[in-house]
């Protein structure tokens, strides 16, 4: 199975939609992890849009890269331009790529401009994510 780590700056919004889409969509091809160089909490408006998905990540916390140490990943994706400035060699054969998506929670205005900001992202993210990383399982199930 292709695991996969997601890294931004605070672990709170995209890295933790990304995993929640890949483990749900992916299930059973790529098994997904996230991480944050500064890890905060995870965002109650990145839980709230997932659930319109039908994906739970409330029970997702906000992971530093020490809390992963031991586990080997096949790829690393920096969903932030910070992570990818701030991103660590990784051991082995682990490939680095970045794939950078604005940041809701930055997002300001209203709450329904600042929702859409979060449902945006959530939908870029799986739009962008889940092609590349279906292709990617394929390749390493290959013999």
């Not at 659930?51 to 906000?62: F, K, Q, V």
């Not at 790829?75 to 998506?101: K, N, S, W, Y």
């Amino acid at each position: 199975m292709l695991k996969v780590l997601f890294l931004c700056t605070e672990n709170a919004c995209r890295s933790q939609m990304a995993e929640g889409l890949v483990n749900h969509d992916l299930a059973g091809q790529v098994q997904a992890w996230s991480a944050g160089v500064r890890p905060s909490r995870v965002n109650p408006r990145a839980i709230q849009v997932m659930a319109e998905l039908g994906i739970d990540i409330s029970h997702h916390r906000s992971k530093s890269l020490d809390d992963l140490a031991g586990e080997q990943f096949d790829l690393v994706i920096t969903v932030c331009d910070r992570a990818q400035q701030q991103c660590p060699i990784f051991p082995g054969e682990t490939e680095v790529r970045h794939a950078g998506f604005p940041d809701p929670g930055k997002a300001t205005g209203t709450e329904a401009e600042v929702m859409a900001a979060f449902r945006q992202v959530r939908d870029a993210l799986r739009a962008e994510l889940i092609p590349l990383l279906r292709e990617r399982a394929k390749a390493h199930q290959a013999p």
